[in-house]
């Protein structure tokens, strides 16, 4: 069995969904300046950050075959990049044109572990990363290797800071 690590930052994203026909941005606001994030407990997405350094741990039958602490950025790795997807809040949110969104959230550090269970051996150049630009930002949101999906995905997110937000949308 192989299992891939990633670790890095991330985001947690929130949203609140109302029908724009009874939105008032400033009432929501002013309604809710302190008190936003406690609009919704469950969060809708989690990713890491994929322009920024990442760690890699990388073990192939419980024998660890690359482990990198220090983090650095994914296109030092030798993995293969896959162009990122772009999308804006309201769609990456799945917001409806009849509704208005809310988003927030707060960043930390996310890991995942992939883990493939038919795979023998590991060469770096089959692994295959998927990215999202979300606005301004790059995002992980999944990986390859040698072009099968993950039998099983492990996430792990753990706050590190306040919240971000809100944007209305």
Known sequence: ????????????????????DNFDEAEFLEKHKENFNELNEDNFDVMSYGDKDISLFVTLNNETVLEEFDGKPLNEYGCEILEPMEINYRDFSETGIDEKVVIWGHNGMFSCTYNFNEVDQFSIDKLKVSLLKLEEDIFITGITYDDQDPDDEEPDFAPKHGYWGPYIY
């Open 1 to 20: 069995m192989l299992s891939i690590e990633i670790l890095g930052y991330a985001t947690e994203f929130y949203s609140h969904k109302q029908n724009k």
